[in-house]
Nanobody
Framework: QLQASGGGLLQAGGSLRLSCAAS????????VGWFRQAPGKEREFVAA????????YYADSVKGRFTISRDNAKNTVYLHMNSLQPEDTAVYYC???????????????????WGQGTQVTVSS
């Protein structure tokens, strides 16, 4: 089970840290991704991290502003979001995929487990 948290309402230029906590699994065996879905839009990839945390990948729209990291001892993956803009407003979802490879995955179809989402709203 994945639990996403940390969303909120803030003004443009602000920062948030989202958390994705896993229970009941050996989290270090899972690659994790963050996705988001804005109203009326399709779900889109945001960032991904390999199971060790050694490899990460970002969507162009968030590169340089967002950082994905993980603490496997705490079974938690984080998404640090800086310089937030109104276009970042969305429900953010974390997803996990069990894998034997230390790699990341960019497509939602690769992920087996999904959290419930946390709302991020950025006002101008």
């Amino acid at each position: 089970q994945l639990q996403a948290s940390g969303g909120g309402l803030l003004q443009a230029g602000g920062s948030l840290r989202l958390s994705c906590a896993a229970s009941g699994r050996i989290f270090s065996a899972y690659a994790v991704g963050w996705f988001r879905q804005a109203p009326g839009k399709e779900r889109e990839f945001v960032a991904a991290i390999s199971r060790s945390g050694g490899s990460t990948y970002y969507a162009d729209s968030v590169k340089g502003r967002f950082t994905i990291s993980r603490d496997n001892a705490k079974n938690t993956v984080y998404l640090h979001m800086n310089s937030l803009q109104p276009e970042d407003t969305a429900v953010y979802y974390c997803a996990a995929k069990g894998t034997g490879s230390d790699t990341y995955y960019l497509s939602a179809v690769n992920y087996n487990y999904w959290g419930q989402g946390t709302q991020v709203t950025v006002s101008s």
